[in-house]
């Protein structure tokens, strides 16, 4: 079965510094693929960044990165310069191959100071 | 991207009703349908997932009587949460995909109040 473990229920950050949103995972499924989504108060699921398991290079999506350690089973979401607008829940959530379902992590709550 | 249109995004019944709740998906042809529940602070839960012309297959402890779904077309899910309790009361959301291996686009989400 697979699991999804972000252990951070609460970060804090100032504008224009970068922040770190751990993310660890568990799966016996040698393909997986690993996703990171931003959700707003409004509720809307936003697409973030997406690391396949075989993927050599770390995700790269604007200011978001995604430092994918995979011996580790981590993949931690990296925001740099962050914004007011970033302040949201973000989720980690990861696909087997083997089915198409996705399962998410708690969720972190992000918040940007001015 | 693609998009998935749900609604309604928000609705408010009386308990002992029952509300359906559509996702349709604007630009692609979905095969599968996924339908997740998250309460206030909580993270997403997956209810069922629904391949277009078969039944849907519930995840343990979601009640397929009380949660009918329904995904008759390629471009059409309906949630409906029959007899709603006030425990009900949740944000319901939609995704779908082409493919397993595919993208996933998530609706806007339907925020249920049941009094």
Known sequence: ?114 | GAVVSQHPSRVICKSGTSVKIECRSLDFQATTMFWYRQFPKQSLMLMATSNEGSKATYEQGVEKDKFLINHASLTLSTLTVTSAHPEDSSFYICSGTVSNTGELFFGEGSRLTVL
């Open chain 1, 1 to 114: 079965a697979q699991k999804i473990t972000q252990t951070q229920p609460g970060m804090f950050v100032q504008e224009k510094e970068a922040v770190t949103l751990d993310c660890t995972y568990d799966t016996s499924d040698p393909s997986y693929g690993l996703f990171w989504y931003k959700q707003p108060s409004s509720g809307e699921m936003i697409f973030l960044i997406y690391q396949g398991s075989y993927d050599q290079q770390n995700a790269t999506e604007g200011r978001y990165s995604l430092n994918f350690q995979k011996a580790r089973k981590s993949a931690n979401l990296v925001i740099s310069a962050s914004q007011l607008g970033d302040s949201a829940m973000y989720f980690c959530a990861m696909r087997e191959t083997s089915g198409s379902r996705l399962t998410f992590g708690e969720g972190t709550q992000l918040t940007v100071n001015p």
